[in-house]
């Protein structure tokens, strides 16, 4: 492993050359039989055919769950035992060969949702998004169901099952500055006056 450094427009960065991958990741590990890294996802192989084989892939799917922890009512030694459940996960399809074939991380979420919110919905009346009774009908042809916040998987309340799939996640995200009437909007203008003069120029 070798430093190097370098200066450029007055500015000094440093960069570390790493000769073998695989003798760094070795390093970190307890088990100093060779292994082979794949650099993309850190798993590693102890034969290099295997690893070629896992490199060459076109594709790869990069998945994760995420779990709540809940307390039990069992216990082994004086210690609680603590249930695990799992209430989400997501996955990123990467091709590794170009990456306009790669598609967007997709997150799933279960909804988490406590005993007393499931009596809750249990006793409910009223959609908490239209804001309406439950009519006769309502139960067979709109019945109730369990609105849950597509961000965080919470549980939001009681609605029908045509106001909870119609119910969307704005697209728009607010942004509040300080003083920008003031002070601070002057540098704004003033990257927007360059980008102008850019324009003109090359017209």
Request: hydrophobic content about 30%; proline content about 2%.
């Given at each position: 492993?070798?430093?190097?450094?370098?200066?450029?427009?007055?500015?000094?960065?440093?960069?570390?050359?790493?000769?073998?991958?695989?003798?760094?990741?070795?390093?970190?590990?307890?088990n100093?039989?060779?292994?082979?890294?794949?650099?993309?996802?850190?798993?590693?192989?102890?034969?290099?055919?295997?690893?070629?084989?896992?490199?060459?892939?076109?594709?790869?799917?990069?998945?994760?769950?995420?779990?709540?922890?809940?307390?039990?009512?069992?216990?082994?030694?004086?210690?609680?035992?603590?249930?695990?459940?799992?209430?989400?996960?997501?996955?990123?399809?990467?091709?590794?060969?170009?990456?306009?074939?790669?598609?967007?991380?997709?997150?799933?979420?279960?909804?988490?949702?406590?005993?007393?919110?499931?009596?809750?919905f249990?006793?409910?009346?009223?959609?908490?998004?239209?804001?309406?009774?439950?009519?006769?009908?309502?139960?067979?042809?709109?019945k109730?169901?369990?609105?849950?916040?597509?961000?965080?998987g919470?549980?939001?309340?009681?609605?029908?099952?045509?106001?909870?799939?119609?119910?969307?996640?704005?697209?728009?995200?607010?942004?509040?500055?300080?003083?920008?009437?003031?002070?601070?909007?002057?540098?704004?203008?003033?990257?927007?006056?360059?980008?102008?003069?850019?324009?003109?120029?090359?017209?």
């Amino acid at each position: 492993m070798e430093q190097l450094d370098y200066e450029e427009q007055n500015k000094v960065s440093h960069y570390v050359w790493i000769k073998d991958f695989n003798t760094l990741m070795n390093t970190q590990s307890k088990n100093h039989n060779q292994k082979f890294f794949c650099k993309y996802c850190i798993q590693h192989f102890t034969e290099e055919r295997i690893f070629k084989d896992h490199t060459d892939a076109p594709f790869v799917i990069y998945a994760d769950f995420e779990a709540i922890v809940e307390p039990s009512n069992k216990a082994f030694e004086n210690s609680s035992y603590q249930n695990h459940i799992a209430c989400g996960y997501g996955y990123k399809l990467v091709c590794n060969y170009d990456d306009k074939y790669s598609k967007p991380a997709k997150v799933y979420r279960e909804m988490v949702i406590i005993p007393e919110q499931k009596q809750e919905f249990k006793k409910s009346k009223v959609c908490h998004i239209c804001k309406r009774k439950y009519s006769d009908s309502d139960y067979i042809f709109n019945k109730p169901v369990r609105d849950g916040c597509h961000a965080l998987g919470l549980y939001r309340g009681s609605a029908h099952n045509n106001c909870n799939r119609l119910y969307r996640l704005t697209n728009k995200i607010s942004v509040v500055f300080h003083n920008l009437r003031g002070y601070d909007s002057h540098f704004i203008m003033q990257e927007i006056g360059k980008i102008i003069r850019k324009n003109e120029e090359k017209n």
